[in-house]
């Protein structure tokens, strides 16, 4: 047993300490070009390790994943592990503000029920775990938009939970372990799991930010199905933070606090997850914070009422401001008072609280 058993534990007014079970696919299908990688042969025996049901496809598609219905078809795929080959557009890396400076994909979907998913619309076809057996090869490919004498970040997390799925494929320390070795490159990865057991001891030499996602009891609670308790997650984020010597992985984290909603009692329950996070975090440690607010667009309403239409998710579009992108995209989002007084109270909050830990940004 590590040393961090005997850590202070922290304060569960609201929280429940419970501990997200691993997800296990109920079948691993894995395409010909995913078993030609020697990455994919990996996967493969992992899975099979865990008596997971294979199939190998006869062909490089993945088809009998739709039912009768968009929730049956949720339904299926959530059960689903695909193991497939990245196809040639994600060579070709995306800028990802405010997060980081390139976003790229070691696997696309989340084993999360996440009422307010933001995947919802952003992915196309049924919502099935998809892991990129070639990602050796995707690695390679990062050093190409590194700029020389910079730090240059690269977000895994846009598309997937990582850690959720780490058990399955190891991809995630695989990601550490090569961001070890650069020189300006840094990875930056988010999750609301809490298995980090296996990533403790690599060799990261501070260039990997681990990042936590959080909120106020009512949303984790209502919202945010099938993953670790926020508890469990502060408590994960703890050993990823703290010193070697005291039996953590050392590791620059960070906190994701999102979606923030102006609920009922919204600033007392607020004020309890910070209280959790600062004492869960009540020792030096290098910390950055994302705050963001929730949001969403006409497409990914319809996604997500089909998803889950008996979600008490308030997505009343009369209730919100309209914002528009440079291409005429629309997303609703909160007024500009409730914005404003929303960024006050965390800014202060935290100032009082976590008085060294950076805010990197409010949207």
């Known amino acids: ?104 994909h070691l696997a696309e ?34 050093g190409a938009y590194e700029v020389p004498e910079r730090a240059t970040s690269f977000e895994v997390s846009c598309y997937t939970d990582p850690l959720g799925i780490e058990h399955l494929t190891g991809g995630l320390a695989e990601c550490i372990r090569y961001f070890g070795t650069r020189e300006n490159g840094y990875l930056r990865w988010v999750s609301k799991f809490d298995a980090v057991e296996t990533l403790l001891d690599l060799p990261h030499n501070g260039r990997t930010r681990c990042r936590i996602s959080v909120n106020a009891a009512p949303i984790s609670n209502r919202f945010e199905g099938g993953t670790a308790s926020v508890t469990a997650r ?58 963001i607010s929730h949001r969403f667009t006409p497409g990914s309403k319809d996604v997500l009422t089909t998803w889950y239409p008996h979600s008490k998710l308030d997505m009343d579009e009369d209730k919100r401001s309209v914002k528009r992108n440079k291409f005429g995209g629309v997303k609703y989002v909160y007024d500009a008072v409730t914005m404003k007084t929303l960024r006050q109270f965390f800014e202060r909050e935290i100032g009082q609280r976590l008085p060294n830990a950076q805010i990197l940004y409010w949207t």
């Open 1 to 104: 047993m590590t040393a961090i058993a005997t850590e202070t534990p922290i304060s569960t007014t609201e929280f429940s300490a419970t501990s997200s079970r691993l997800w296990m696919p109920e079948q691993v299908l894995f395409t010909p070009a995913a078993l030609d990688e020697e990455w994919g042969q990996q996967i493969l025996s992992r899975v099979q390790s865990l008596n997971l049901p294979v199939e190998k496809l006869p062909r490089n598609r993945l088809t009998g994943l739709r039912g009768e219905t968009e929730r049956e078809t949720y339904d299926i795929s959530k059960r689903t592990l695909a193991v497939v080959t990245a196809p040639p557009s994600q060579f070709k890396l995306s800028p990802i503000p405010p997060s980081a400076d390139w976003q790229f």
């Open 109 to 142: 979907g989340c084993p999360a029920h996440c009422q307010y998913c933001y995947l919802a619309g952003s992915l196309q076809g049924p919502p099935v775990i998809r892991v990129y057996a070639n990602l050796p090869q995707i690695l390679a490919n990062l």
């Open 234 to 291: 502060l408590q994960a984020l703890r050993r990823l933070a703290l010193p070697k010597t005291r039996g953590g992985g050392g590791y620059p984290i960070g906190l994701v606090i999102a979606p923030i909603m102006p609920m009922d009692d919204w600033q007392v329950h607020y004020g309890q997850l910070l209280d959790a996070i600062a004492t869960a975090l009540d020792f030096d440690c290098d910390l950055t914070v994302e705050l």
